[in-house]
């Protein structure tokens, strides 16, 4: 334990030497310190560009009404992003992230283009009144557009609204909605209706889920902690339920990206779920009508109860630098306000995945930019600090195979007394005192074999955490591998940890073992973990395969000290012993 409180310690007191050492970013006005992540040549955001999706059409319609005569589609344009609007609705019907690609390559569209055209497109209105809701996301918006946002209005029958949506060189975008009817305003707030582009196969829906960050946290942790970000997975999410509950910021999120709403008045802002069935071919690539999958897909709209909603809106990548860079609006008499960087979840063991993350980044970015030699490189480093408990479980098993016939003595001693007799668990409590007391004697700690297992597993579901969720792993080569994030298409890591397992299992001397159980370990390990990691991510494979090998480098010299010599001749004694 003492040297896994050390090498944490190590990749804490690590972290100031990269804000030392890596590149540092200019103060930013108190304004500008709620910007995304912004590089210093930038290019401006290019000129909404307008064009006609149909011929037009004479308009209709009395004289105090305002609609267009045809629908039109207006581009908003940057280095992260290209935004298609439509005037139907004024509603977005493709959202590019320049930065990041689908399966095929292509740059990824984050809207789900199938989901949108059963429930609606992203920044479309909801209001409870469902015939209001249908007439305001399908008229036809006059446009007035700018090289840096673009305003839609639309009046008739005393429905008046507005809906502004404004932009710069980051993943936020400023939204201004006002909706009323006679005068008096309307609930209406902008939604993402459900899903994202990026989810192509059942598991990725399964990820889905609604993120919110209450002013007040209610939940507890298993550790009695607040919960600072309640999320809502689809078995959670009721279809039209509203959460009226004041909150910093909330949204739809899935593996990678997140559409999440940053309202001006948190205190007054509410949140409506959607859940719907969607159907989706079971083959991707042979879509079949009488194939097909249902999928349960999650999306959210969020508003002030008081009608005029105005907010800040990201929706981008879970990236937890540009996540950290974008705050929540300060409320009166409230603690600083949070920023988004709890939106990456890396699970229980976050304390140990997050660090981890941020050495890798480093090295990726100062060392070597590959993140699968990056991947290589933290895990040589993770092993050498483990060597010293290598080289304890080794004293270990010496040590108890040395005092194994004195322990068998002692069981000898109390196996006579039947289970059922009353006198059985008095019988095994002295035999347990005695071969603690045994085990004392000789400096025997009974988990001494089990510590360097121990000690591994946080590291590897932290490893695992990492690498299914941050966005800088997704689509990262490594060799002939195409995705870090996927699993290995041919099952070559997977392989390379059978054999591996194996060998470090047969290098590694069992004195106190019993020669057929080590056969039999060294047969059942390797396949148990092979079956287990053959569908996880290839990073995780990678790290894997990587520390075996390290672990087999660090036996081989083990076993050429005095004390693998010694425990090599203990093994082959008790073999021979055994033969006879």
Known sequence: ????????????????????????????????????????????????????????????GTAAAKQAAAETETVIESEFYKITFTNRG??????????????????????????????????????????????????????????????????????????SFTFDDSYVAKLDI??????????????????????????????????????????RTWYGGSKQVERLDFKSVSG????RQPMYWGGPADQYFAAIFLPDDPTNTTMVTFRNPLKIPKDLNKPDPNQMLTVDILGAAVGNVNGHTTMRFFAGPKNLQVLQATHATAVPGMEAPPDLGTLLDLGMFSFIAKPLFLWLRWTYEHWIANWGWAIVILTIIINLALLPLRLSGMKSALKTAKIQPEMKAIREKYKNIPLRDPRRAEANTKMNQEIAALMKQHGVNPAGGCLPLLIQFPFLIAFYSM??????????SWFYLKDLSAPDPYHILPLGIVLS????????????????????MNIMMPVMLGFISWNLSAGLCLYWTVGNIVAMLMQMGLNRTELGREQRALAAKRAAKKAR
Not at 44 to 49: E, I, K, L, R, Y
Request: glycine letters at 6%.
């Open 1 to 60: 334990m003492l040297v896994f409180l050390v090498t944490f310690v190590i990749l804490i007191l690590f972290q100031p030497l990269m804000k030392k050492f890596g590149p540092q970013t200019p103060a930013q006005p108190p304004q500008q310190q709620q910007a995304q992540q912004q590089p210093a040549a930038a290019p401006p955001a290019q000129p909404a560009t307008t064009q006609p999706a149909k011929p037009a059409t004479p308009a209709t």
């Open 90 to 163: 004024g509603q977005v019907k493709s959202w590019i992230l320049k930065k990041y690609s689908d399966d095929k390559g292509n740059p990824l569209d984050i809207v789900h283009q199938s989901a949108a055209q059963q429930y609606g497109y992203p920044l479309s209105l909801f209001t409870y009144d469902e015939n209001l809701r249908k007439q305001l996301n399908s008229a036809l918006y006059v446009v007035n557009a700018t090289p840096r946002g673009v305003t839609y209005e639309y009046s008739e029958g005393g429905i008046d609204v507005r809906k």
């Open 178 to 219: 006002l909706v009323t009817k006679n005068g008096q305003a309307v609930q209406a707030f902008p939604a993402w209706p459900g899903g994202f582009g990026d989810e192509t196969v059942p598991a990725s829906y399964a990820v889905e889920r609604i993120d919110f960050h209450p002013l007040q946290p209610i939940s």
């Open 240 to 243: 039209g339920n509203t959460l």
């Open 467 to 476: 690498l299914s969720n941050t966005t800088e792993l997704r689509h990262a």
């Open 501 to 520: 397992t194996y060998f470090v299992q047969k290098m590694t001397p069992q004195g106190g073992m019993d020669p057929q159980q080590q056969k039999m």
